[in-house]
């Protein structure tokens, strides 16, 4: 199956720098990469994706970028504001015989210091 | 608001009970996915149905089981509860029977055994 690893586990900027997270998958047929953002007690909320045959994808402040050859994706999140403070999971499919599941990270905690 | 609608949303019950969780997908959507999220913890995939058949299946233990119906709604049903089985359980659904298509979740159902 896939395995996804996600870092860093946690992560504290301060408002208005930038943040980083990154993540590896193994499953060289994947080809979906969504994002999610799950504030605390509440559902997991997709913020963005990128498919395979794109490298980078933005959208206002967050953009995530896909290094195919090395099987690794970003999330950047500039301009950071309190609001962003949550734990971000990143995801990749194992697409193989008999198998569709999504496979997560296991999230980083993002802290924006005012 | 993901569309996607989970009932209840808190569950108190003991050890030794069972349990049904009911999730409501995505109008136009056919696909529903249970995730499994403990205390810290990442989500675990637990088992997807599409049109009202298993798709795949995860770390799913063999207590619980689920299943989709006609309506497109889905169960997730627990039973023999123990203390670890206290966790939040999301649902989330997507058109298509592939795990790389977009993901939307429901504001899950917390259970707590006593």
């Known amino acids: 199956g896939e395995n996804v690893e996600q870092h860093p586990s946690t992560l504290s900027v301060q408002e208005g720098d930038s943040a980083v997270i990154k993540c590896t998958y193994s499953?060289?047929?994947?080809?979906?990469f969504p994002w999610y953002k799950q504030e605390l007690g509440k559902r997991p909320q997709l913020i963005i994706d990128?498919?395979?045959?794109?490298g980078e994808k933005k959208d206002q402040r967050i953009a995530v970028t896909l290094n195919k050859t090395a099987k690794h994706f970003s999330l950047h999140i500039t301009e950071t504001q309190p609001e962003d403070s949550a734990v971000y999971f990143c995801a990749a499919p194992y697409l193989g015989a008999g198998s569709y599941q999504l496979t997560f990270g296991k999230g980083t905690k993002l802290s924006v210091i005012p | 608001d993901s569309g996607v609608t989970q009932t209840p949303k808190h569950l108190i019950t003991a050890t030794g009970q069972r349990v049904t969780l009911r999730c409501s997908p995505r109008s136009g959507d056919l696909s529903v996915y249970w995730y499994q999220q403990s205390l810290d913890q990442g989500l675990q995939f637990l088992i997807q149905y599409y049109n009202g058949e298993e798709r795949a299946k995860g770390n799913i233990l063999e207590r619980f089981s689920a299943q989709q119906f006609p309506d497109l709604h889905s169960e997730l049903n627990l039973s023999s509860l123990e203390l670890g089985d206290s966790a939040l359980y999301f649902c989330?659904?997507?058109?298509?029977?592939?795990?790389?298509?977009?993901?939307?979740f429901g504001d899950g159902t917390r259970l707590s055994i006593l």
């Open positions: 499953d060289s047929a994947s080809n979906y």
């Open positions: 990128i498919r395979s045959n794109v």
């Open positions: 989330a659904s997507s058109v298509g029977p592939l795990a790389d298509q977009p993901q939307h």
